[in-house]
């Protein structure tokens, strides 16, 4: 779970044309607990499937122990692309074909606006 919050929830927001009234002008608007969601039970899906390499010996390491680095980064970023692949699914219904960018993190926001149907052809952001 430690990249899923990454990929889908930890968006760092530069208050660059004074947004935030409590926030001095070109600083970090995210930087605080007071502005930080913090994952809750609800943010993950009910069902998750992984599995784990079986019958994977490996003779050269200490012990036979394997690396696991920074494998939930990586594995977290399948949820990002999973994300990309709906909102181009979803653009398709819609005729739309041009090509569309999905920024990481992909928030709710980023997801809806990238999917572009009617609602959101109304709203218009500098930056999604």
């Given at each position: 779970?430690q990249g899923?919050r990454?990929?889908?929830m ?7 044309d ?6 001095k002008?070109?600083t970090?608007?995210t930087?605080?607990s007071?502005t ?6 609800s ?10 390499l ?5 003779c ?10 920074e494998?939930p980064l990586?594995?977290a970023?399948?949820?990002?692309f999973a ?13 739309f ?14 997801v ?6 009617e ?10």
């Amino acid at each position: 779970m430690q990249g899923l919050r990454l990929f889908t929830m930890e968006e760092i927001i530069w208050d660059d044309d004074k947004q935030y009234k409590w926030v001095k002008l070109g600083t970090l608007a995210t930087r605080g607990s007071d502005t930080y969601k913090i994952p809750a039970f609800s943010d993950v899906a009910l069902h998750m499937c992984i599995t784990f390499l079986s019958d994977a010996p490996n003779c050269r390491a200490i012990y036979s122990l394997k690396g696991i680095g920074e494998p939930p980064l990586a594995l977290a970023a399948s949820v990002r692309f999973a994300h990309q692949q709906a909102c181009m699914s979803c653009r398709q219904q819609q005729s739309f074909v041009e090509n569309f960018i999905v920024h990481s993190p992909a928030t709710i926001k980023h997801v809806r606006m990238a999917c572009t149907e009617e609602f959101t052809e109304r709203a218009s952001f500098a930056q999604v």
